[in-house]
């Protein structure tokens, strides 16, 4: 579905990225991990054309991501940042409705579909007219969830969207994420922090460091035969979450 080839990114003198080759499978959860300033949401920003590399290529279903190209292409990407991205002089209903109203879909034909992924995300209805500051922040990200997905798109692209969460909100929306993934069967590419998470959710877990790819593979690859011994201090050092977070699976 997504191929990195070589890609570089530098910001500057810094290196965010570095000959960066990277397969994203079709219909599975693909998530990177690694500590801050490693890369991770550097390729999100790159796949969904905020910021293009510096040498390199990414094709997205066989096809080159190049400016010409990216207002189409970026249409079949749901992209959803870590607070949620809301506007907040806009309603729950309209933040949903950006990109439809934008492409000229009719009223009914974006309030149908907000009716559908408002009870696939399990977001009550009787919040959509309500601005972002009158919602929890599990109800801010399910309404960022809800216009990711409102085009019906090939590739869901989140940069750590359940970071700033309390931990039981978190949870609830860590189960009802996995549930809609496996249910709508998309391409997801996730960016998080936290080793339980990738867990929980990834098909393929890739850790970076220094711009690099360090090890990728299933988690129990990683577990069982780390490449090196940043893997091996990177993995012990969130052993406990990671438990846990096995257990709950």
């Known amino acids: 579905m997504l191929e990195l080839n070589q890609v570089s990114k530098n910001y500057s003198d810094v290196c965010a990225l570095e ?16 500590p801050s300033g490693c890369g991770k949401s550097t390729i999100l920003r790159l796949i969904i054309g905020l ?18 190209r990216l207002p189409d292409l970026r249409q079949r990407m749901g992209y959803v940042i870590q607070d949620g991205g809301l506007f907040p002089h806009l309603s ?5 409705a950006l990109m439809a109203r934008h492409l000229g879909w009719s009223d009914e034909r974006i309030a149908t579909r907000i009716s559908e992924l408002a009870e696939l995300t399990h977001f009550p209805t009787d919040a959509l007219d309500r601005y972002p500051l009158q ?29 700033a969460l309390d931990p039981m909100i978190r949870r609830d929306l860590q189960a009802d994420l996995r549930e809609i993934f496996t249910g709508l069967g998309k391409t997801v590419l996730m960016v998080t922090h936290d080793l339980g998470e990738a867990a929980f959710f990834g098909d393929n877990i890739v850790l970076l460091r220094d711009g690099r790819i360090v090890q990728q593979g299933a988690m129990k690859q990683l577990l069982r035969e780390p490449a090196d011994d940043f893997v091996r201090r990177f993995i012990q050092a969130q052993r406990s979450p990671l438990e846990t977070m096995e257990t709950i699976r």
Request: with cysteine; proline share 6%.
């Open 19 to 34: 000959r960066c080759d990277l397969s994203i499978a079709s219909g599975q959860t693909t998530v990177l991990i690694g």
């Open 51 to 68: 910021q293009i590399p510096d040498e390199g290529s990414i094709h997205f279903g066989g096809q080159l991501l190049e400016p010409a």
């Open 92 to 96: 729950a209903r309209d933040n949903a």
């Open 135 to 163: 919602l929890s922040g599990g109800q801010q990200q399910r309404v960022s969830l809800i216009r990711a997905l409102m085009l019906d798109p090939e590739v869901l692209l989140l940069d750590e969207p359940l970071g």
